[in-house]
């Protein structure tokens, strides 16, 4: 069933807002005007609509329903989207007002005008929330275009409004409050937190996740992490960027779980920047994310002895051996009986593996042949082991 909204102008704002139910709802303003006169108004694509009208005209005191809110007309050319940034301005027909009558122009970011929507037209039902713009200058006049003056909808919602006014003369132009700012809303809802994220250089961090929903799109979506970040919608393959599907509007599966992390290759130091989720036409929104990167600690790390069965009578050591400025090392093996408070070294004899030019890698092992090195035997509850490294 097409929602519609009731609007009374001459209630209070704060009752409107209370019963007022959009799915754009967290992303509207309300958009004061600064400088008076319509042709001062810019509308972005949350406010801009071909209509259908009930009645064709609004008038004082009456009803009037802007129903099933889609794409507008032109003049002549069909329907037209404003993309991210874009808006539409009015103008005097003939550089003054006279008998009320303006055009549409459309505009970019910047300013720059694209074209001519529209050459010619009136308006009606005038009010701070809104109005009907009548084009009567085309090949085919008489096309309605709602303009919201305060408020985003999307596409498919309907507006009622009693207005105190019918058709505009240059008084109520001259004088009206317009949106100066136009409201782009953004289509995307993002759920989730993204707390700082740490890591050691060379390693990934661990991943965190964010949810994207989206609504009244046209293209798919594009998830773009900063530098130093990457993103993955299965937590496995991760990339600089993924595209995220879109069906009738909707993205695919929504809302869709998006995996975020520090990429291994990203270099020591303060990381930060803003993951930006993007389709054409619309407006992106982004995440901010933050990180620091630490160097990896210089040394012999994660020693584990593995003593293999006394018939064996071999102990297999195996490390991590980092060095922050590389280099091929000689491996030295000490052995205590005494918890440590005395060391001796184990001849190389009796010693195999990683020993001799190692290159600092991860999992590096060091077999200990303990029986031939205590052909008599050796047992100790307090027996310690120690590695170190040589620079060759």
Known sequence: MTQIKIIFF?????????????????????????TLGIINGKYGVYQVFDCQRSPAY?????????????????????QYTLLAGEYIQFFYVGGTCSGGKVGIKRYNASGTEI????????????????????????????YGTFVSNSMGYSYGESVSFTTTTGLADCTGLENYNPSSNPLNLSPF???????????????????????????????????????????STDGTAYTSSVTLAQSAGSLTGQPVTVYV?????????????????????????NISVTGTVTEIASGILNIEINQQTSTNGTVEITYDL?????????????????????????????????????????GLQIIWDAKANY???KSS???????????N
């Open 10 to 34: 001459t209630m209070l704002m704060a009752t409107f807002m209370a019963n007022w139910s959009s799915a754009w709802a967290q992303g509207a303003k309300e958009k004061e005007g600064q």
């Open 58 to 78: 609004p008038s004082a005191g009456q009803l009037f329903t802007a129903l099933n809110l889609q794409r507008p007309y032109r003049d002549v050319g069909g």
């Open 115 to 142: 074209e001519t929507i529209s050459t010619s037209g009136k308006i009606y039902g005038l009010e701070h929330e809104g109005f009907l713009y009548v084009s009567d200058g085309g090949v085919s006049t008489g």
């Open 189 to 231: 809802i993002i759920t989730g937190t993204l707390n700082a994220f740490t890591t050691t250089s060379g390693t990934a961090s661990d991943s965190q996740t964010f949810t994207v929903s989206a609504s009244d799109l046209t293209a798919d979506a594009i998830v773009t992490a900063p530098a130093s970040f990457e993103v």
């Open 261 to 285: 992390r520090i990429a291994a290759s990203a270099t020591v130091g303060s990381l930060s920047g803003d993951i930006v989720i993007s389709s054409t036409g619309v407006d992106s929104q």
């Open 322 to 362: 980092v060095c922050n400025i590389g280099g091929v090392y000689t491996m030295n093996v000490d052995v205590s009986f005494d918890n440590g408070a005395t060391y001796e070294p184990i001849p190389s004899t009796y010693l195999s593996g990683a020993l001799e030019n190692v290159v600092p890698a991860a």
């Open 375 to 377: 052909p008599e035997g």
């Open 381 to 391: 509850e307090q027996t310690k082991i120690r590695v170190y490294s040589t620079l």
